[in-house]
């Protein structure tokens, strides 16, 4: 199965989906016509993206479904407003980010030095909403208007009932990390678009996680796919010779013993 279609493989029936960095909404508009939710939002920060997103919700004539809004992570939604919640086609620190900027008060960072900006504080977020205006409409350029909504309370009381499903495009192993510390219980799948692979993490709060990760399983993660392991050796073979610090040929090094491990069945 291809990238997108894995990724909506990976949606429960839920209400609302909402899609966080939607860009041409091809997403929201699959899963509304498949059924695998009543209504949809289709979120991003830029407004060039949004106009083709608003474009392909017209011409598939869902306007009444989804609804598009132009903001940061996950500020544009109501608290409990969305029951699946997707991330998918960026970087895996930008997706932390968007955790932290979004809802995580007291979130356990891999380390913030990695972070682009500090995360902001349940209660920053809080003092920032009261700031701005409450659903406005943003006009986008070329006379186009798109929903605004900060929200009074940042989303979401009741963490458990969300789903979030990440498709990140690189720093897996960070995503993890973060997703462990926080309580987050994880299953992966493994999608694939000629010769790349794509993992796709769904990840849900639980009070009951018993699951102990090692270095060694944030590194291998839950795939289990012989093909995947390949790539992945080849990958880091290809800037083996360049790594000159100690630490980094060491990490490379075991990672690759790991790898072949996975790929002989020992
Ligand atoms: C490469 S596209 C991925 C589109 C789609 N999600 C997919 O998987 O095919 C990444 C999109 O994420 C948006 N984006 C990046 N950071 C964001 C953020 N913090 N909040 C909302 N959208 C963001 C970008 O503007 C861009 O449209």
């Known amino acids: 199965m291809n990238r997108l279609q894995t990724i909506l493989s990976r949606i429960e029936k839920c209400e609302t989906l909402a899609d966080i960095g939607t860009d041409h909404a091809y997403l929201p508009i699959e899963a509304v016509r498949a059924g695998l939710c009543e209504r949809a939002i289709a979120c991003d ?8 997103a608003k474009k392909n919700i017209r011409a598939a004539q869902l306007e009444h479904k989804i609804d598009v809004r132009l903001g940061d992570g996950l500020r544009p939604l109501r608290e409990n407003e969305a029951d ?9 620190m930008n997706i932390i980010e968007i955790f932290c900027g979004g809802f995580a008060p007291g979130a356990v960072l891999p380390s913030a030095s990695l972070l682009s900006e500090p995360p902001r504080t349940f209660l920053e977020n809080a003092e920032t909403s009261q700031n701005e205006v409450s659903d406005k409409s943003f006009e986008g350029g070329s006379g186009e208007t798109f929903s605004k909504v900060s929200p009074e309370k940042i989303p ?8 979030f499903i990440l498709q990140p495009q690189h720093d897996l192993e960070e995503l993890r990390r973060f997703l462990i510390a926080n309580g987050y219980k994880i299953n992966e799948t493994l999608a694939r678009e000629r010769s790349r692979f794509y993992v796709v993490v769904d990840a849900q709060k639980s009070c009951e996680n018993s699951d102990r990760w090692t270095d060694r399983d944030f590194f291998l993660g839950k795939i289990d796919d012989k093909n995947y392991f390949r790539a992945l050796r080849e990958k880091i073979e290809k800037y083996f010779d360049s790594l000159t610090e100690k630490n980094s040929r060491d990490a490379a090094q075991k990672k690759l013993e790991w790898l072949e491990e996975k790929i002989h069945d020992r």
């Open 45 to 52: 920060i830029v407004a060039g993206p949004l106009h083709i």
């Open 84 to 92: 699946c919640i997707v991330i998918a086609g960026m970087g895996g």
């Open 156 to 163: 979401e009381k009741n963490p458990k009932k969300i789903k």
